[in-house]
């Protein structure tokens, strides 16, 4: 979309703006094009077809980094882009310290890395499983039979959900996440789903993580029932959205890549340095924050009220930060990205999603060393957190590595 600032200082007028993606729907062109395309540039106003009033966008990483460590003049509470009224806010997502740090104690033990590093045998079963489902076919749409089946799957067996409801569930996280008009009422769904769990596992044994939320403990007193059915359908629909659009760019990306494939190949030990470079080169997060009085940051002068949307996947691609931002290279030697966010929001569940889209390269790579990508394929691409809607591959059936 064309997007024209507010009010600029003269360093502004001179970057190349006139380009940016849409906080809802479908895209008509990749969302990362759109964000290679613009760059690591000051703040600018943006109009959006999806929102009604307008917003701040920054995508430099120092100025990504100066907002979501300052509470006080950038707010989580009130900020979400676009803006769709909801009866009850997301927590923590739309809370501000000390109000966030007390939801994630509710949950931040059950996601520790030792209590994840228990779960990795599963994850090597479900992922190792699915593949060697599809792989004599010769092809497969990662995003349905791969990305959206076995981190879910993993997901939902550690949040106490029932695995064979995981269709529906996929589904009303998706329009939660991308269908604005429809957000109410998916969210609505999203919350009375989560509470008909976190109403049967009050009192009962805390043996999965809404068990854990169902019975947290916040001032010395039981979480109550709204901020544990919020708090816990936020957890749904990060878990069940964010590592599947992981695997699914960074299988795109590699199918794009073959000379980048195939020194992976080559040592799949360098998976993990893998994994970190991809969540850098496709950030998804795309945090909101409030400007909570009239100011002056980085030249523009922004008001009290107005919305700030942060773009991790521009920080992660800033010039003064990486070295060579746009192309992979995994023998990077720091790697300061913010997918997972930064400050007092930085997302409670990256110790599931590191090694599951680790797992997820390795499986692949051992069993499937060799592929590409369907010629011409509509990959439906989303805005808001930007998403593929489908990611059809080929390979020669039976070449198993």
Not at 53 to 78: C, K, N, P
Not at 268 to 293: F, H
Not at 327 to 351: I, Q, T, W
């Amino acid at each position: 979309m064309t997007v024209e600032p507010r009010e600029m200082a003269e360093e502004a007028e001179r970057h190349p703006r006139g380009h940016f993606m849409a906080s809802s729907g479908p895209l008509k062109i990749d969302p990362f094009a759109v964000i290679d395309e613009l760059g690591s540039v000051p703040p600018f106003w943006a109009d959006d077809s999806s929102d009604v009033m307008g917003y701040w966008v920054v995508t430099r990483y120092s100025d990504a980094r100066g907002i979501l460590q300052d509470h006080e003049r950038f707010s989580a509470v009130g900020a979400p882009i676009p803006w769709v009224p909801l009866e009850d806010p997301l927590l923590p997502t739309y809370s501000d310290p000390p109000e966030v740090q007390k939801y994630r104690r509710a949950v931040v033990r059950a996601m520790s890395p030792s209590a994840i590093e228990r779960l990795k045998p599963r994850m090597e079963e479900v992922c190792a499983g699915l593949i060697d489902g599809f792989i004599d076919r010769g092809h497969c749409d990662v995003v349905a039979e791969f990305a959206n089946v076995f981190p879910i799957t993993v997901f939902l067996e550690f949040f106490g959900m029932p695995v064979a409801e995981r269709a529906e569930f996929a589904y009303w996280a998706t329009r939660w996440l991308h269908d604005r008009k429809n957000q109410p009422e998916a969210w609505a769904r999203i919350r009375e789903i989560v509470a008909a769990q976190i109403e049967a596992k009050r009192g009962g044994p805390s043996e999965d993580l809404l068990g854990v939320i169902a019975n947290a403990t916040i001032d010395g007193e039981l979480i109550p029932d709204k901020a544990a059915v919020s708090l816990a359908s936020t957890v749904f629909i990060g878990g069940l959205h964010t590592v599947p659009m992981a695997i699914s760019w960074s299988l795109r990306h590699l199918a794009r890549h073959p000379e980048i494939r195939a020194a992976l190949v080559a040592d799949l030990s360098q998976c993990e340095s893998a994994a970190e470079e991809m969540l850098r080169l496709y950030a998804m997060a795309l945090p909101k924050r409030r400007v909570t009085r009239d100011l002056t940051f980085q030249g523009v002068d922004m008001r009290a009220g107005d919305r700030v949307l942060v773009s991790t996947p521009s920080a992660g691609r800033d010039p003064n930060v990486f070295a060579d931002p746009h192309h992979a290279h995994f023998d990077r030697p720091d790697n300061p990205h913010m997918a997972f966010g930064l400050g007092a929001h930085r997302c409670v569940g990256l110790h599931l999603a590191r090694p599951e889209l680790q797992i997820a390269l390795r499986q692949w790579h051992e069993r499937i060393p060799d592929y590409t990508l369907e010629a011409d394929a509509d990959l439906g691409f989303q805005g808001g957190v930007p998403s593929l809607s489908r990611l059809p591959l080929k390979w020669i059936a039976g070449a198993r590595r």
